[in-house]
């Protein structure tokens, strides 16, 4: 029935009685199928295989945009962490400077002790 047949099919091929149609031809194997019925069961087929191959398309399309979403809100995420890494980064360096800060003064703090402490012991001695 699906057979694909050749493009030199004619209507009663295997006929050797020389009828001009099945009614008259008595010719075992002869095949009087009209070639239109070969040619639209051809494409038939071509338009299952196009159908099929549109509906795998659609869904490996599906499939990529699923990804690509996926993908946009793994980078989304991954841009708000960043963004927040940023801003942790930014407070941690004004502590750090506040830090520093503190450290300058206490030092400052300390040579004006050192320098006490000194003068005081060249004065005793
Ligand atoms: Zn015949």
Redesign the pocket.
């Known amino acids: 029935m699906n057979e694909i047949i050749t493009e030199d099919y004619y209507e009663g091929a295997g006929?050797?009685?020389y009828?001009s149609s099945a009614n008259e031809?008595?010719?075992e194997g002869?095949d009087w199928t009209p070639k239109e019925v070969y040619d639209l069961r051809g494409e038939v087929m071509a338009l299952k295989a196009l159908a099929e191959s549109t509906a795998n398309l659609a869904k490996s399309l599906k499939a990529e945009r699923d990804e690509a979403r996926d993908a946009i809100v793994g980078w989304e995420n991954k841009w708000k962490c960043a963004i927040d890494m940023a801003a942790r980064a930014e407070l941690e360096r004004e502590d750090a400077k506040d830090l520093a800060q503190q450290m300058s003064e206490s030092n400052q703090v300390l040579q004006a002790e050192v320098r006490d402490y000194r003068k005081k012991e060249r004065a005793t001695s």
């Open positions: 006929c050797t009685c009828a031809c008595g010719c002869a």
